[in-house]
C-alpha cells in the first residue's frame, strides 16, 4: 500500500466516545450527569459546543506586560522572542524536565540532530502529523526539521546493544522542535511552530511491561500536575481491541488520578499507539490543551527495527512507551494562565516562588543605604535572586514597583535595619509565610524554605535595577 493510500486508510477510521467513570462505568458524552467541570469544559471543546474563537488568552497581555515573552516580527508565525526574565523562566522549567526525568524516573539522558532526510520510516511517521512539518532542499535530498523525539532516538537505540536485563530502558532527551500549524491556530504559548519538547521514552520486553510502566509514568506525571497547580481533565484514546481486553486498566488509572475521562474508541489502529492518554489543561476562557501524555506503541519497533536480546540470544522487537510532561512552552502558558483565573477571583496573582524571576528586592530609602544592601544581596545571591532598586525614585513608587513586577518579597532599607540588622520584610499575599521584621537567619530560612528542593538559577537580570533592559514596561 503506498503511503498517499495509507494515510487515507487512516483518515477514514470512525471512532466512538464515551465517559468511562471511576467505577468503570459508560456513559454518553453529553455533558448531563457530569460532575467534574474541567471534564465537561474538555467535553465540550470536543462536542463543538463550547468555543472560544475570537477569545485572546489572558497569559498572552500577562507574557508581555510581565516582559516574558513576545512576538517576533521577523520571525515565522508561532515562534516567540524570550526576554531574560521569561528565558530564566523556560531554563528552570527545563530544569524541571530534567529532574523529573532523569534523577525522579532514572531515565538515561542524549541529545540528537534536529535535521533528518525526509525518506524512509522518517517520511512515514510524518504521514500521521498530517504534513505539518518544515521540509527543504539541501542539494538533491529533501530534508524535515524534527517535529516529534523519535528519529535520532531510534536510530541510536538501534545502534546500541540491549539485554532484556537493561530493561525497561528509560530514555530522555529535551529538543527544539518544529510543526507547521496553521496560522490562524497559533494561539500564544497555547500552540506553536517552534517548541521545545522534553521526552522520555521507556522499551519494554513485551506488552504486559509497556503496560506497566505506562501505569508507572500515569502516575508520576498526575502528581507532578497535581503538584504543579495545574488542574486538569483526562483524556484516554485507544482501539476496539484493546478497549475490549483492558478496560479495567484504563479504570484504574481513572482510580489512580480520581477523575472520570473521556474515552476514544478508534475501530482500528489509526496511529503507532494502542493506548494514549492526555492531560488535558483547562485555561481561563475554558479552552484546552493537552500538557503531559503517555502512549503505548506496539509498532514503532519494527517499524524501526529496535529490538533487545532475548535470554536465549534471539533478538526481540520492544514495546514502547512515549511520554512526555509537555512542551516547555505550554507548561509556561499554563503557569501564566492560572495567574489569570487569580486576578478573575480578586487575588493577588503569584508565580510559584521558585519560578519569580525576582524573588527578593531590596529597596534602600537613600543612596547612603546602598552600600549596606550591597553586601546583604551579596550574601543572599547564591541561593536568592535577589536585586536592589538604586533608583532615585521615592520609595513608594518602588514598592508600587514591587507589586506591578509581581515580586514575592521585598524590604525597606534605611537607618533602623542598618543599625539593628532587622529586615520588615514585606510579602506578597503572605506568600511565604511571614510579614514581620525578621534577622539574616530567619530570613534565609524563609527563602530557603519557600524555594524548597525546587530547580534554582541565579538572575539573569542585573543587580541593580537601574541597570537592567527594560522592554516597554513603566515599572
Known amino acids: 500500500m503506498g503511503q498517499n493510500q495509507a494515510q487515507e486508510r487512516r483518515e477514514n477510521i470512525n471512532s466512538r466516545e464515551l465517559v468511562l467513570t471511576q467505577k468503570g462505568e ?43 515573552v513576545g512576538y517576533e516580527p521577523a520571525a515565522d508565525v508561532g515562534h516567540f522572542r524570550f526576554y531574560p526574565k521569561g528565558t530564566l523562566m523556560k531554563d528552570l522549567l527545563e530544569d524541571l524536565a530534567e529532574d523529573v526525568a532523569i534523577r525522579r524516573i532514572g531515565a538515561t539522558k542524549i541529545d540528537t540532530p534536529v535535521i533528518y532526510k525526509n525518506e524512509g520510516a522518517v ?54 522542535s518544529f510543526r507547521r500549524e496553521k496560522s490562524g ?24 511491561e509497556g503496560m506497566r510502566e505506562f501505569a508507572h509514568l500515569h502516575r508520576f506525571y ?8 495545574l488542574p486538569f481533565a483526562l483524556g484516554f484514546r485507544t482501539t476496539e481491541e484493546f478497549y475490549a481486553k483492558n478496560k479495567d486498566f484504563i479504570q484504574s488509572r481513572l482510580e489512580e488520578s480520581g ?32 500538557l503531559s501524555t503517555v502512549q503505548l506503541d506496539i509498532s514503532d519497533a519494527d517499524r524501526y527495527g529496535l529490538g533487545y536480546t532475548t535470554e536465549n540470544g ?18 509556561l502558558g499554563a503557569i501564566i494562565e492560572e ?23 531590596l529597596i534602600p530609602v537613600r543612596e547612603g543605604h546602598e552600600a549596606y544592601c550591597q553586601r546583604l544581596a551579596e550574601d543572599l545571591s547564591r541561593k536568592v535572586r535577589i536585586d536592589i532598586d538604586d533608583r532615585g525614585e ?22 533602623k535595619e542598618v543599625k539593628t540588622n532587622l529586615y520588615g520584610l514585606k510579602t506578597r499575599g503572605k506568600l511565604l509565610g511571614t510579614d514581620e521584621e525578621i534577622d539574616i537567619l530567619k530570613l534565609k530560612n524563609t527563602l530557603k524554605t519557600a524555594q524548597g528542593n525546587s530547580p534554582f538559577r541565579q538572575s539573569y537580570l542585573n543587580r541593580n535595577v537601574s541597570r537592567q533592559l527594560r522592554f516597554g514596561s513603566s515599572y
Open 26 to 68: 459508560e456513559i454518553t458524552i453529553d455533558n448531563s450527569g457530569i460532575q467534574d467541570q474541567l471534564l465537561r469544559d474538555f467535553l465540550g471543546r470536543e462536542m463543538g459546543t463550547l468555543t472560544s474563537e475570537g477569545t485572546m488568552p489572558p497569559h498572552i497581555q500577562i507574557m508581555q506586560q510581565q516582559e516574558l
Open 123 to 176: 517520511k512515514e511517521q510524518a504521514l500521521s502529523f498530517h504534513e505539518s512539518d518544515y521540509h527543504m532542499s539541501e542539494g538533491d535530498k529533501e530534508m524535515i526539521l524534527r517535529f516529534a523525539g523519535d528519529f535520532g532516538l531510534f536510530s541510536m537505540i538501534k545502534d546500541a546493544r540491549v539485554s532484556h536485563k537493561q530493561l525497561p530502558l528509560r530514555v530522555y532527551e529535551i529538543s527544539p
Open 185 to 208: 491556530s497559533c494561539t500564544g504559548l497555547k500552540r506553536l511552530r517552534g517548541f521545545t519538547m522534553p521526552d522520555i521514552h521507556s522499551f519494554a520486553k513485551d506488552l504486559p
Open 222 to 229: 498526575d502528581s507532578f500536575l497535581k503538584e504543579s497547580g
Open 259 to 290: 477523575k472520570d475521562a473521556l474515552v476514544e474508541i478508534l475501530a482500528d489502529m489509526k496511529h503507532y499507539w494502542v493506548l494514549k492518554n492526555e492531560f488535558q489543561y483547562i485555561d481561563s476562557t475554558q479552552d484546552n490543551v493537552q
Open 314 to 331: 534471539s533478538k526481540k522487537p520492544f514495546t514502547i512507551v512515549h511520554s512526555s510532561m509537555g512542551s516547555i512552552e505550554r507548561i
Open 339 to 361: 495567574r489569570a483565573k487569580e486576578m478573575q477571583r480578586g487575588i493577588k496573582p503569584n508565580f510559584p516562588y521558585w519560578l519569580a524571576p525576582t524573588q527578593l528586592r
Open 394 to 415: 521615592s520609595v513608594g513608587k518602588r514598592v508600587r514597583a514591587v507589586e506591578k513586577e509581581w515580586i514575592p518579597a521585598y524590604a525597606v532599607i534605611g537607618d
